[in-house]
């Protein structure tokens, strides 16, 4: 389970309200010390997410043998070959998997605790089309995987953020992005967006968990004095 700082959780809820036509949510603020997608933290790797991570993984190889992926992700054998059976990792070679299987995979793995396997399904397939022809990819994974991590890393910094400023940071982030294909840009920026709120969601999950393992093993506490 992960260890988890969530510094405001919504009170429990999501509290609402109408102020000049728009809905304002209470900020939240959290930190996940493991990188996204993954069983490594952070400390472990010097700070290093994303792109550099994944190029550090295939620094001596251009492929991975499976018990590797487990080792990184915590994900089953099983799991993995249920992925490549509804396509959404390709055939491997030599039994390796690529950097860009790897990102696929750790994008699923952010967003499998709180989506539905059809939604990831129709997510993926938003996102870059037929998934074994890549001529209609909008984005890489590797580098669709490294604005996920950059936006996270730069949430992490914020002492709360509310679901405009994630959408903010999504836009700044992916400025310097050039469409191939005319709309790209807006699928990418509302893929993004929902894989950060699914991701954010799931550590809220995690939190809710080890939450009620501690009161159900008598360890609770509730540290903050009103």
């Not at 992960?2 to 429990?12: G, K, M, P, R």
């Not at 039994?95 to 059809?118: C, D, F, P």
């Not at 870059?128 to 580098?143: F, H, K, T, V, Y």
Request: charged share 25%; glycine share 6%; aromatic share 10%.
């Amino acid at each position: 389970m992960q260890s988890i700082l969530i510094s405001c959780f919504i009170c429990a809820y999501r509290r609402y309200k109408l102020k000049k036509g728009k809905i304002s949510i209470m900020n939240i603020n959290m930190k996940d010390k493991y990188i996204p997608g993954t069983r490594v933290s952070k400390d472990e790797m010097h700070g290093i997410t994303g792109k550099e991570f994944l190029d550090k993984i295939f620094f001596m190889s251009d492929g991975i043998m499976l018990n590797r992926i487990r080792d990184i992700a915590g994900i089953d054998g099983s799991t993995i070959q249920n992925w490549v059976k509804r396509g959404w990792l390709g055939s491997t070679v030599n039994k390796r998997y690529s950097e860009v299987q790897l990102a696929r995979i750790l994008i699923i793995n952010m967003l499998r605790t709180t989506m539905k396997l059809e939604k990831i399904d129709f997510l993926l397939h938003y996102i870059n089309g037929n998934l074994d022809n890549r001529a209609d990819d909008i984005i890489s994974e590797p580098i669709l995987y490294e604005y996920i991590c950059k936006i996270t890393d730069r949430i992490d910094g914020s002492e709360s953020v509310t679901p405009d400023q994630i959408r903010e940071i999504i836009f700044r982030e992916t400025s310097g992005y050039e469409e191939q294909i005319s709309g790209a840009a807006d699928r990418l920026r509302n893929a993004l967006e929902v894989i950060l709120l699914s991701y954010f969601a799931s550590i809220v999950s995690s939190y809710s968990e080890e939450k009620f393992s501690a009161i159900k093993s008598g360890k609770a506490i509730f540290p903050v004095q009103i």
